[in-house]
């Protein structure tokens, strides 16, 4: 999951659903019933319940109860968040908040790459070679 940071929600499931059909970039309009209805089952169930617990306690969202010790080292390693301004579906703010929540948690540094125009997953794309100098950089 690159949206870890955000707070996954069945709109933007069922948005970036419509995206993936569509063939096209995400976007603010809503997605059709049926697809918010089928996210909204899928984020019920307890595979994916337990999927993202796991995915949280991993970005240290939330306390590591069931995430295996040789997992609990990932709260140490260094990060990185490339993200866009212009991302409709996940936040820059919680981006924003969530890397220094993670600062604080770990007492380590956070790098922060915005980019202003990329749609969401299309940085790498719009942006190449600053996307490709900023990962081999890191």
């Known amino acids: 999951f690159d949206c870890a940071p ?3 929600r069945p709109d933007i499931i069922a948005r970036a659903m419509t995206a ?3 063939g096209a970039s995400a976007t603010n309009a809503p997605a059709p019933r ?3 209805a089928l996210a909204a089952t ?3 169930t307890k595979y994916i319940q ?3 617990r796991i995915i949280d306690e991993a970005w240290g969202k ?3 109860a069931s995430m295996p010790a040789d997992d609990a080292s990932l709260m140490n390693c260094p990060t990185m968040f490339i993200y866009s301004e212009a991302d409709v579906l996940i936040s820059p703010r919680e981006i924003e908040i969530f890397a220094r929540t ?3 948690k770990t007492g380590r540094e956070v790098k922060m790459r915005k980019f202003d125009t990329a749609a969401h ?3 790498g794309r719009d942006h190449y070679v600053e996307y490709k100098a900023h990962v081999r950089d890191f």
Request: proline share 0%.
């Open 34 to 36: 049926v697809l918010d």
């Open 62 to 64: 939330v306390d590591g």
């Open 42 to 44: 899928l984020l019920q």
């Open 20 to 22: 993936v059909v569509r």
């Open 121 to 123: 997953c299309e940085i």
């Open 102 to 104: 993670r600062e604080k």
């Open 6 to 8: 955000g707070d996954l």
């Open 50 to 52: 337990d999927r993202l």
